[in-house]
């Protein structure tokens, strides 16, 4: 078993930063890889960003973050973190983190084992 709790989460104006954290216990030595999730209302989850767990060099990002969010791990910490930069309305949302046990695509959903209660984050113009 994975536990995955995220914080970070609030409210901040157009053009603001924050940074996500999740925090992960349990099976750590087994996961493959972490990502990141959102979704808004009324719509599909969608993929953020990815990291490598154990070399946290590579790393994935969805075209409409790229530039703006870095996804980084803190392994002494068991730490996954997402900071987010030049935030704006369409970054409005539930935000997820998740643990993916085995080797496979990471923009899918559909792969990851473990996911957190998530974390909403606004946008206010």
């Known amino acids: 078993q994975v536990q995955l709790v995220e914080s970070g989460g609030g409210l901040v104006q157009t053009g603001g930063s924050l940074r996500l954290s999740c925090a992960v216990s349990?099976?750590?030595?087994?996961?493959?890889?972490m990502g990141w999730f959102r979704q808004a209302p009324g719509k599909d989850r969608e993929f953020v960003a990815a990291?490598?767990?154990?070399?946290?060099?590579?790393?994935y990002y969805v075209d409409s973050v790229k530039g703006r969010f870095i996804v980084s791990r803190d392994n002494d910490k068991n730490t996954v973190f997402l900071q987010m930069n030049s935030l704006n309305a369409e970054d409005t949302a539930v935000y997820y983190c998740?643990?993916?046990?085995?080797?496979?695509?990471?923009?899918?959903?559909?792969?990851?084992?473990?996911w957190g209660q998530g974390t909403q984050v606004t946008v206010s113009s």
């Open positions: 998740a643990a993916r046990m085995s080797i496979g695509p990471l923009r899918s959903s559909n792969g990851y084992d473990y």
């Open positions: 349990g099976r750590t030595f087994s996961i493959s890889a």
């Open positions: 990291i490598n767990w154990n070399s946290g060099f590579v790393t």
